[in-house]
Structure formats: structure tokens, C-alpha cells
Nanobody, 129 residues
Framework: QVQLVESGGGLVQAGGSLRLSCAVS????????MGWFRQAPGKERELVAA????????SFSDLLQGRFTISRDNAKNTVYLQMNSLKPDDTAVYYC??????????????????????WGQGTQVTVSS
């Protein structure tokens, strides 16, 4: 059983920052890519950012305009999402996801929710105007 637990969400004013964390525990894998997705009410789940096992490949939603960064600490089995210059449109439930990969896939990041096997419960981020 693999557990992903997000933390760091909350209420913030527009222009503020938040840092989300996602800890992976339980039956972990040798290598896994990670992603952050979000879902607002009435909308589909969408990519925020993704990162390869090595950390050398990252992908971001074009909508973010460089405001977010993703990083990981494999020694701690944790991935982070630093969110800056937050806007009300960033309000959503943020989910982290994990995809076990093979040795040859360690440098790839994955951008579709369908490519991920394990999901956290989500953390609410609310940005007030």
C-alpha cells in the first residue's frame, strides 16, 4: 500500500505564497515520477507541475507563467510545490500523484493524470482577492 499525504494548503491573499509538500510512504518503489494536479469546482483535474525521479526534467502548466516551482528530496520521499504570486484563479484542491517508473524512465516527467497510479487525498488552496 502506497500513501501520499499532502500538506501546506490553506487560505492566502492574492499575491501571497504557499509551499505544498507531499510525503510518500508505505510500499515505495525504487523510482517514481511525481506530479501536482489541481481541480476547481466544476472543472477537470489539470496539471500544475511534474518532475522526474532524477529531478532533471520538470513540466508546468502554461497557465502558471513561471509562478510555481516543483522540487523533490528523494532521501525524504517528499515532493514540494512552491507557489508564488498566487491569484484567485489558483483556488482549487491540489493533489499529488506518483507513477512508478523503470530504470530507463527515471529522467522523464509525465503530464497527464492518466499516467499516474497513486494519488493523495488533496489539500485545499484558497486565494482571496
Amino acid at each position: 500500500q502506497v500513501q501520499l499525504v499532502e500538506s501546506g494548503g490553506g487560505l492566502v491573499q492574492a499575491g501571497g505564497s504557499l509551499r505544498l509538500s507531499c510525503a510518500v510512504s508505505g510500499r515505495t518503489f525504487s523510482w517514481y515520477a511525481m506530479g501536482w494536479f489541481r481541480q476547481a469546482p466544476g472543472k477537470e483535474r489539470e496539471l500544475v507541475a511534474a518532475i522526474s525521479w532524477t529531478g532533471g526534467s520538470t513540466s508546468f502548466s502554461d497557465l502558471l507563467q513561471g509562478r510555481f516551482t516543483i522540487s523533490r528530496d528523494n532521501a525524504k520521499n517528499t515532493v514540494y510545490l512552491q507557489m508564488n504570486s498566487l491569484k484567485p484563479d489558483d483556488t482549487a484542491v491540489y493533489y499529488c500523484a506518483a507513477r512508478p517508473v523503470t530504470y530507463s524512465q527515471r529522467s522523464y516527467s509525465y503530464t497527464s493524470p492518466r499516467e499516474y497510479e497513486y494519488w493523495g487525498q488533496g489539500t485545499q488552496v484558497t486565494v482571496s482577492s
